[in-house]
């Protein structure tokens, strides 16, 4: 017997799909680019002057790409290299909250931080912050994010149909004996 053959999911999501194996690296891509973008803006935000948002909200979406990146991550080591199968259900439910808490955070931080879309944060102290540097890594990291955001809704809608077809697929069953079913 070869034990490196794969088995069959016993699900019938077809999660190993190439456009789902793209739309989570993209996914892990748009993740890492907003989580190293906003990383690097929460020390830099000490040094301007009263820009009315502070780091306070980078945090919040720097977590919730974080969370983005490591479910991503999480299928990929699991279906591709493990050869575990994942229940539909997971993916919906897991896929929503990434998309979830990425809308909720992102969205918030764009509201606060629109004002400074096309200029720069004034400096504390009268020295260089950089400041308009500042407003435009912010900007990207969160484009990142509500692309990222985009994706995982993406990927929570293909989830929606694999339950659903998932569940239909049980309910066709018909039991002819005790332990034997036909399809």
């Known amino acids: 017997m070869n034990s490196t053959r794969q088995k069959p999911s016993p699900y019938f999501a077809n999660d ?18 907003a ?18 948002v502070g780091s306070g909200l980078t945090p919040g979406v ?18 591709y290299i493990l050869h575990i199968p994942i229940h539909p259900g997971v993916y919906l439910a897991l896929d929503f909250i990434a998309f979830g808490i990425l809308a909720g955070c992102t969205i918030v931080m764009v ?5 400074f879309f096309n200029s720069s ?23 990142m994010g509500l692309v990222c955001c985009a994706i995982h809704f993406g990927l929570f809608v293909w989830a929606c149909w694999a339950t659903h077809m998932q569940r239909m ?12 079913e036909v399809a």
């Not at 509201?111 to 004002?115: A, K, L, N, Q, V």
């Not at 020295?127 to 308009?132: A, I, L, V």
């Not at 697929?169 to 034997?180: D, E, M, S």
């Open 121 to 143: 944060y004034s400096c504390a102290g009268g020295n260089d912050c950089h400041g308009g540097l500042l407003a435009r890594v912010e900007w990207f990291g969160a484009v």
């Open 111 to 115: 509201i606060m931080i629109e004002p």
């Open 35 to 52: 989580l190293s973008t906003l990383a690097w803006t929460i020390p830099v935000h000490e040094s301007v002057n009263n820009d009315g």
């Open 169 to 180: 697929l049980q309910k066709r069953r018909v039991l002819v004996a005790p332990g034997k």
């Open 16 to 33: 190993r799909h190439r456009a789902l194996l793209s739309l989570r690296a993209l996914s892990i891509l748009t993740s890492l680019a």
């Open 62 to 79: 720097v977590a919730s790409t974080a969370y983005a990146f490591l479910w991503s991550t999480t299928v990929l080591i699991l279906r």
